[in-house]
Nanobody, 119 residues
Framework: QVQLVESGGRLVQPGGSLRLSCAASGRIFRIYNMSWYRQAPGKQRELVADITSTGSISYADSVKGRFTISRDNDKNTVYLQMTSLKPEDAAVYYC?????????????WGQGTQVTLSS
C-alpha cells in the first residue's frame, strides 16, 4: 500500500514564504510524475506545479517566478517552495504522484495541507 503525506502548511502573512513537503511511502517500485495541486473554497482543484522523474518542470501561470517545485528521488519526496505569497494562494494543497508498485500502476493523492494567508 502506498501513502502520500503532506506537511508544511500553516498560517502565513502575505509576502511570506512556506515550504511544503510530500513524502511517499510503501511498496514503491518507481515514481513518475509528482505534482502539487490546490483547492480554494468554492473553486475547482487546480494544478500548481509538476515535475517528472527526469526533472522536467511546469508551473501554473499564477505561480511562475514565485513557487519552486523540486524532488528528492532517494527520499521519494516532492517539495514546493512558495515565496511572495498572496491572499489568492490560500488553499488546501494536495500532492499527487503517479506510482508503480510491484503489482500495479496508479495515481495517488495525499490528504492535503492547509495554507492560510492572513495579515
Amino acid at each position: 500500500q502506498v501513502q502520500l503525506v503532506e506537511s508544511g502548511g500553516r498560517l502565513v502573512q502575505p509576502g511570506g514564504s512556506l515550504r511544503l513537503s510530500c513524502a511517499a511511502s510503501g511498496r514503491i517500485f518507481r515514481i513518475y510524475n509528482m505534482s502539487w495541486y490546490r483547492q480554494a473554497p468554492g473553486k475547482q482543484r487546480e494544478l500548481v506545479a509538476d515535475i517528472t522523474s527526469t526533472g522536467s518542470i511546469s508551473y501554473a501561470d499564477s505561480v511562475k517566478g514565485r513557487f519552486t517545485i523540486s524532488r528528492d528521488n532517494d527520499k521519494n519526496t516532492v517539495y514546493l517552495q512558495m515565496t511572495s505569497l498572496k491572499p489568492e494562494d490560500a488553499a488546501v494543497y494536495y500532492c499527487n504522484a503517479q506510482i508503480q508498485t510491484y503489482g500495479s500502476y496508479s495515481d495517488y493523492w495525499g490528504q492535503g495541507t492547509q495554507v492560510t494567508l492572513s495579515s
